[in-house]
């Protein structure tokens, strides 16, 4: 009897939705296991029509491929179907295990004209297995990364970010080894990956997808936040949902203690997020922390003002009134902004932003 592993109940779930066709198996030369540069063993490729014409790239090596075969030699063969339940799979298997890190992940590339389908996408999902397997931080549906560059190198794309969100077609199995997802890596600029995490990431991404089916990535898309209605959507998103980000990184941040008032101080591009961000999580009575390499300041909401140091955390209370202060007061403009119902004053400096190689490119003042 053959031995199904965990490779090939990936491998059938995908031949589910592409019966006539073999994907374009990219394998890795030396597995990172070994000892080679690569993580995953591999990166499949099949040609898709749903939507619109793309090309589906597919990882194997975020779960478990392989089994032992001494193991499992009595079992029944694997379908790996989303449909089927574990006792569908095989006798034995725990339903309640999961296969490596819980998903393998999907890229969906709008196609052109081309007999071949791009490699970047393939060393794009390398990368990202490098930083899994390096710092042990996982991905999961609503999750977001910013990429520091374009996802296609040496292009001018403005796809900056990544969101991840279950992949809408090929969803999630139980394999020989375990449950897992397909995480779909989808494409989205700066200010949308700024706008996903003032909102809940899911909640952006499942409105992201109505206007583009799939989360097929195109190069040359522009912002979906200059469209009015996806941008009203968002908006009444975030006055609904709150956000699900409570700690935003600003490489300017300061604070500190002068006579009776408290200074901070932080980057003139940071501005509008920081304040979507202080009303969708402290107005929903969520706290919302500031942080930077040597400071960290943490917002709640409270019935009176308040401002503490609490071991090495900058504690500041806000009521409604205090913080529709801060809101309407602050602007993403250079300047020292001095609050009259709370002793704070906020100051706001250049943001600087540069390329990869440290380079200043653009000056937000």
């Known amino acids: 009897m053959e031995i199904m592993d965990g490779f090939s109940c990936i491998s059938n779930r995908i031949k589910e939705f592409y019966p006539e066709q073999e994907g374009l198996y990219y394998a890795t030369l030396i597995s990172g296991y070994l000892g080679g540069n690569d993580p995953l063993d591999g990166v499949e490729i099949w040609k898709s029509d749903k939507c619109c014409p793309h090309w589906l790239y597919v990882t194997y090596g975020f779960t478990d491929l392989y089994v032992d075969e001494e193991d499992y030699e009595n079992e029944e063969d694997c379908a790996g179907s989303a449909d089927k339940d574990i006792d569908n799979c095989r006798d034995g298997f725990e339903d309640s295990a999961i296969s490596g890190y819980g998903f393998e992940l999907t890229f ?81 600029t700066l200010d949308e990956h700024a706008a996903m ?23 040359f898309r522009t912002t979906l936040m200059e469209l009015p209605a996806f941008r009203s959507a968002w908006e009444q998103g975030v006055a609904r949902d709150g956000s699900s980000t409570s700690v935003l990184y600003l490489p300017e941040l300061t604070a500190d203690q002068k006579n009776s008032r408290c200074c901070l101080q932080f980057g003139a591009g940071h501005v509008e997020q920081v304040v979507t961000l202080l009303r969708a999580r402290v107005e929903k009575d969520r706290p919302f ?38 809101c309407q ?29 440290g380079n200043i490119i653009e000056t937000v003042e």
Not at 140 to 150: I, K, Q, R
Not at 197 to 219: H, R, S, T, V
């Open 108 to 188: 969906r590339l709008k196609r052109g004209n081309e007999d071949q389908p791009p490699v970047w996408p393939v060393n794009m999902l390398q990368n990202l297995a490098r930083y899994v397997f390096s710092t042990g931080n996982t991905f999961a549906s609503g999750h977001y990364l910013n990429a520091n560059g374009p996802i296609a190198l040496e292009t001018d794309t403005k796809l900056t970010c990544l969101g991840f969100l279950t992949d809408p077609e090929l969803g999630s199995i139980q394999t020989v080894n375990g449950s897992m997802t397909f995480l779909e890596a989808i494409g989205i």
């Open 329 to 357: 007061l602050v602007r993403p403009h250079t300047g020292t902004y001095c609050m009259d119902t709370i002793p704070l004053t906020i100051g706001i400096v250049p943001t600087y932003i540069r390329d990869n190689d």
């Open 197 to 219: 995490m003032c909102w809940n990431g899911q909640n952006f991404l499942n409105e992201l997808n109505k206007y583009i089916p799939y989360g097929i990535a195109d190069l």
């Open 289 to 326: 922390i500031l942080q930077c390499d040597t400071t960290v300041i943490e917002f709640r909401h409270a019935e009176q003002p308040d401002i503490h140091m609490d071991d090495e955390v900058l504690c500041i209370s806000l009521t409604s009134k205090n913080l529709n202060e801060i």
